[in-house]
């Protein structure tokens, strides 16, 4: 049986030098990452994570570094006052074995309590740190440190896969009260270019289709509007599962009867969004949390029935070469699971993948096209050209699968901006 222990009894069990790894976003325990926050005798902790989902003092301390394979706005915001905090890229398919090598001593995560068996479900998550989880807890030369709440919704796994320790594996307990983060802004009104984006992104989604989705307000309106719409019989795979997914089962419109692999469930590896969405989650044996390296293995996302994979931007240029993931080469989110699911969809014609984006941005300089010519030196590219299929703006889509360098440029200069087609045409015609 673990030791019962506070969040600062179990944070003093840390060394001021010491390694910690935690899981991705929703997956992190607040109460023990606030205590370990409170302490400022570190002289060299190193933690690994993403996504930070809970605040804490921790990663303003002198001594403590954080690696990060996903940055969000906490990262962002603690990166510009200074925190000593660096990127490590990787799909996020390639978490687990990345955490794997730096065995961290001390392993974390949130879960709900134990049920009559002594099962915790993981709730939110199950991402890439399932396997460190339980390595730490069978080796005696290493810790793990598990907060149950009964804030967080217990949700479950499938056949082998289990999504939940046994309390008799884990070696602290700490009980708290704290919930999981809601995502602020899911129910802000779509921009007429969200709009516009959706429905030209929908005319791909046929009834049967099996979907993957991220967040933000294009996605959603997409979910909307399939929602509303005459289709249906969808299935869901997708590494992150949202209140837009919510609103489809709602709708009746997941069935995930004609996936041809884990039908009868949504299958993801974590959920981010509302309370609405947690509370919907809590005991809803629909949607089923894997492990990363699966739910984002190519050939398992490639082997879904009529795979459509809705994925973001941030610019693209004429070649058909996508930045999503860094603003003039400074990082700014990650790559996550945008690259396994587009290089998963390229195998049979019936898949597509959907890379969607507004045709502008602006700033101190004005108006500026997201889609450019070619990008300047010190760009990173987030996905190849040759795993590109269709990009869609508010002007239209473009399809570059199968076009040559040339008509690639001409399709994507068509979906441009107005003001910035005749010379995205001119570079084209010169490919």
């Not at 209140?243 to 974590?270: E, P, W």
Request: with cysteine; charged share 20%; net charge negative.
């Amino acid at each position: 049986m673990p030791e019962e222990l506070t969040a600062e009894q179990a944070a003093a069990r840390l060394g001021p030098e010491d390694t910690l790894g935690i899981p991705l976003g929703p997956g992190q325990p607040p109460a023990f990452m606030r205590a370990l926050g409170e302490r400022d005798d570190w002289t060299d902790l190193r933690v690994y994570g993403a996504l930070l989902a809970v605040l804490t003092e921790l990663f303003t301390r002198p001594g403590v570094h954080y690696v990060s394979g996903f940055f969000g706005p906490l990262e962002r915001a603690l990166l510009a006052a200074g925190a000593d905090i660096e990127f490590m890229p990787a799909d996020f398919r390639r978490f687990a074995p990345l955490l794997q090598r730096q065995a961290p001593r001390v392993m974390t995560t949130v879960a709900t309590p134990p049920d009559a068996d002594g099962w915790c479900s993981l709730s939110l998550h199950a991402g890439g740190t399932i396997g460190e989880l339980r390595s730490a807890g069978a080796d005696p030369d290493r810790l793990l440190i598990v907060e149950v709440s009964d804030a967080y919704p217990r949700t479950f796994g499938l056949g082998e896969h289990r999504h939940a320790l046994h309390v008799d594996d884990i070696d602290i307990l700490v009980h708290s009260t704290d919930g999981p983060l809601a995502l602020p802004g899911g129910d802000a009104p779509p921009t007429d270019v969200d709009q516009a984006i959706a429905r030209h992104a929908v005319d791909f989604i046929p009834s049967g289709a099996t979907l993957q989705t991220g967040i933000g307000s294009i996605p959603n309106q997409i979910a909307t509007l399939l929602a509303e719409g005459d289709g249906g019989d969808y299935g869901l795979h997708s590494e992150m599962f949202t209140d837009g997914c919510m609103r489809l089962h709602r709708a009746g419109k997941i069935s995930n009867t004609g996936k041809g692999q884990y039908d009868g469930v949504s299958v993801t590896t974590f959920a981010f969004g509302s309370t609405e969405l947690y509370t919907w989650l809590d005991g809803n044996s629909e949607v089923a949390f894997l492990p990363v390296e699966i739910v984002n293995a190519p050939e398992v996302i490639a082997a879904n029935s009529d795979m459509i994979s809705i994925n973001g931007a941030l610019s693209i240029d004429l070649q058909g070469q996508v930045v999503a993931d860094t603003i003039n080469g400074k990082q700014f989110s990650g790559i996550g699971g945008a690259e396994d699911f587009v290089a998963g969809t390229g195998l049979e014609l019936s898949d597509r993948s959907l890379i969607c984006l507004p045709s502008t941005f602006s700033n101190e300089d004005g108006l500026q096209s997201r889609i450019v010519a070619a990008f300047g030196p010190g760009a990173v590219i987030t996905t190849p050209r040759h795993h590109v299929d269709v990009i869609i703006t508010e002007y239209g889509v473009a399809e570059l699968e199968g076009k040559t360098v040339r008509q690639r440029g001409e399709a994507l200069a068509a979906i441009a901006h107005p003001q910035f087609r005749d010379e995205l045409l001119a570079a084209a015609l010169k490919a």
